[in-house]
């Protein structure tokens, strides 16, 4: 094969560079080399300081003893699966090495012998004592409840995730499974615990408080009397990397838990949604007549005696289309102790507990002017943890949270790309993919794109429409003679250039009374030095820091409280996926998630784009406008939102603002505009899987509420598929283990001849920086 003469030059100047042994780097193999000798270098003084002893610290007798190791190499090495947060370790890193603070320093620091959480909590990796190996009457860590799923969890966990903890030692707050404080009947497990004590557990359960009370990040739950009909059992879906929740015995009469447990549903708001599951409905008694047992006689010598089943919905079997997920149920079973599994437990910095007991105290005293908090702050920073907390410690005390969740890239209830307004009634808890969707009234805008950069206008307008619901929910609330409701508004994490505009507007926009920005650098200041210590190392804008209108308040991010704030954590690409496949594949009719096969398989919903039967009346696609011989091309097995538009004139809608495509396909003329938020609103996701020519029909897959159409479509309102930026999985039309023909449909190998410009386009935003460019 004859090459050109291009080719061929550039060849022969490669064979010369690679030839000669003082070939030049290029910039970027320039800057590679000095930032890994940099990083050799930083490593090397590490651990030189490492080796110097420290006479002042006072060193851990046990750990030295049974692990002739050096702390220091625990401490930096990068192969260090888990550890665990210990109270009472220096964690300035002042002597490069971890060691335990002094007791004089303590009670000097802090008036007291308790250490402070954010003053004194360090990382380590610790070893088990011999003490601890000896302990008797000790039950395997893990009880295997059920038999494990072999395709989707091993039968034993992998060596990486068999680190243990430190148990014996009072920094260990989680409590080990035994004989004298567990009882297993059945496949139920029921657990005693002490005021104060805590316990982790990971798989897919119910859980219920048969005894006393407990608290599970900010949400307070009490026991009932066992055949009280009302909402006994709580799902919870608990996989590995993410943080794993925490249950703490809680002292009844220390806490102000004022909130009545009410019924299961309100007919008010919940007669177009699906009905929970049964297995939630059942009581107490119920269990009883099912074991035989008496509850109230299981434990006694423990003041909180919890309930746990296994409660499979079928969410840990999400690897089977999603490859990566293999490791957020590799357990044995589904009901297992998080000590020897979870890498990372949901810690409340102790700067969030004195807000949210400031905020409710405020909000005691005065409930006729509810609080309206913003959260703000950079990426990963845990905005969405923090209004996952205050929402739940709210949610004691009334029935009611208004939870905006304007954060199109990462949300914590709908899937990315849109933004809503839920009426939380229960607490919000585990990870935003394994989350039951929740049975609240809500409403929903579409904006196409996992971040509002590229077009703020259309962002604000929906965020506007999202407040103006709000507003409109309190005044019936008014009319009925009910008391406001809070509001928490969980914004995204752009907050520099644009950014910082965009949030100015917002705060505009909702006017909040209380907002939080939560730093990175967090450190315990004074107001007068807040603004130049953090203004220029986090780009705090400034409008905040002269907080007028507000109240603002600068707390520490969650990260920083994780063993190791790199590892162990999804990126927000396999967040967005994972929230992505859970919606998706989410069943209404049953509540279970069904991964058993592709979506391609799945019945789909047929409706008419064409004819008197006609269910959608156009499609709307955001980005540059199309002709219409290309639409079906560009919509076809693709993502799509399933939107309800008002219009005031049925003539203008039809001879104006519609035309029809070859086949027959109403297109709505926006100039690649999306649709106005004053007038629409978003009822989820959707999947076209076929477009059938010869029926005129759109073949739909997807959650979709069909009470919820009735609804709109007796208001008159015009159905529209919306086709914004987002695009679907593989694995959503792309079943692995059964792909054996040759040809797949939407789908199309990469060869070594592809036409010129067929490869991905990587956009470069450094060109300024780099080259120094200015505008004038």
């Not at 966990?157 to 499974?177: A, I, R």
């Not at 752009?494 to 917002?506: D, M, P």
């Amino acid at each position: 094969m004859e090459h050109s003469a291009f080719y061929q030059i550039t060849m022969a100047k490669r064979k010369r560079a690679e030839s000669s042994p003082n070939a030049p780097l290029s910039a970027f193999a320039a800057r590679h080399l000095n930032r890994e000798n940099k990083t050799t270098k930083d490593k090397k003084k590490k651990g030189k300081r490492s080796e110097s002893p420290n006479e002042d610290a006072e060193q851990p007798v046990e750990s030295v003893e049974e692990n002739p190791t050096s702390l220091s190499d625990h401490s930096a090495s990068k192969q260090a699966s888990f550890q665990v947060l210990v109270p009472g370790i220096d964690r300035s890193g002042r002597n490069g090495i971890d060691q335990p603070v002094p007791s004089h320093e303590i009670e000097d620091k802090n008036g007291s012998d308790k250490p402070s959480m954010s003053s004194s909590v360090h990382t380590t990796e610790t070893v088990p004592s011999r003490a601890e190996e000896k302990s008797p009457s000790s039950l395997p860590a893990s009880p295997s409840l059920v038999e494990a799923d072999v395709e989707s969890r091993p039968n034993t966990p992998s060596s990486s995730l068999n680190t243990s903890f430190q148990k014996q030692e009072s920094g260990y707050p989680y409590t080990v499974l035994t004989e004298e404080n567990s009882v297993r009947i059945g496949n139920v497990l029921f657990v005693g615990l002490h005021y104060g004590e805590k316990l982790a557990l990971v798989g897919t359960y119910l859980f219920a408080c048969a005894r006393g009370c407990l608290s599970l990040f900010g949400a307070l739950y009490a026991s009932r009397p066992k055949d009280e009909k009302c909402r006994t059992w709580r799902s919870l879906n608990v996989p590995l990397v993410y943080p794993t929740p925490v249950f703490v015995s809680e002292n009844i009469s220390d806490t102000s838990f004022t909130k009545k447990p009410t019924e299961l549903t309100d007919p008010s708001s919940q007669a177009s949604l699906p009905a929970m599951d049964s297995a939630e409905n059942t009581s107490l008694s119920d269990l009883e007549n099912a074991l035989h047992v008496n509850i109230d006689s299981l434990l006694l010598s423990f003041e909180t005696l919890l309930v746990f089943k296994v409660n499979d919905l079928g969410i840990s079997k999400i690897p089977r289309v999603c490859p990566f997920a293999k490791r957020l149920f590799n357990m044995p079973s589904l009901l297992e102790n998080a000590s020897s599994l979870s890498s990372a437990f949901e810690i409340i910095p102790d700067s969030w507990k004195a807000f949210a007991d400031s905020m409710l105290s405020t909000y005691a005293s005065s409930k006729h002017t509810p609080p309206k908090l913003l959260v703000c702050g950079p990426k990963g920073a845990g905005k969405s943890t923090c209004c996952r907390y205050v929402t739940n410690r709210l949610l004691n005390f009334t029935d009611y949270v208004a939870f905006l969740d304007i954060d199109p890239g990462q949300p914590e209830v709908v899937p990315v790309g849109n933004i809503s307004l839920y009426f939380m009634d229960s607490p919000l808890q585990g990870p935003a993919f394994s989350r039951l969707p929740p049975n609240a009234r809500c409403f929903r805008v579409h904006t196409g794109e996992s971040t509002p950069q590229r077009d703020p206008t259309h962002y604000l307008a929906s965020t506007y429409r999202l407040f103006v619901e709000y507003q409109k929910f309190n005044f019936e609330r008014e009319l009925e003679g009910k008391p406001p409701i809070s509001l928490i508004v969980n914004c995204p994490g752009w907050i520099k250039g644009g950014g910082a505009e965009l949030l100015f507007n917002l705060v505009n926009q909702i006017s909040p009374t209380e907002v939080v920005y939560l730093s990175r650098n967090y450190q315990r200041v004074n107001t007068s030095d807040r603004k130049g210590i953090f203004q220029y190392k986090e780009g705090i804008p400034e409008f905040l820091l002269q907080a007028t209108p507000f109240t603002f308040s600068q707390l520490e991010s969650s990260w920083q409280y994780l063993p190791d704030s790199s590892a162990h954590r999804m990126s927000s690409a396999d967040n967005r996926t994972l929230g992505l496949l859970s919606y998706l594949y989410f069943d209404l009719q049953h509540s279970t998630w069904d991964f058993s096969r592709s979506l391609a398989s799945h019945q789909p919903l047929a409706t008419a784009y064409n004819g008197s039967q006609q269910g959608i009346d156009a499609i709307n696609i955001i980005g540059e406008p199309l002709n219409l011989l290309d639409v079906s091309k560009a919509i076809n097995g693709t993502l799509l939102a399933l939107c309800a538009y008002e219009v005031s004139n049925e003539k203008e809608w039809n001879d104006n603002q519609i035309a029809k495509t070859p086949e027959g396909i109403p297109v709505l003329i926006n100039d690649g505009l999306p649709l106005d938020p004053a007038n629409a609103q978003c009822f989820g996701l959707v999947l076209l899987r076929t477009i059938d020519l010869v029926k005129k029909e759109f073949h739909l897959v997807g959650p979709i509420n069909l009470d919820l159409l009735a609804d709109a479509d007796s208001k008159g309102m015009k159905f529209v598929l919306e086709r914004g930026r987002l695009e679907s999985p593989l694995s959503t039309m792309l079943d692995r283990r059964l792909v054996i023909y040759p040809e797949l449909p939407y789908l199309e190998r990469n060869h070594a001849s592809v036409a010129a410009g067929s490869q991905r386009r990587r956009v470069r935003r450094n060109i300024n920086r780099r080259t120094g460019l200015t505008g004038q």
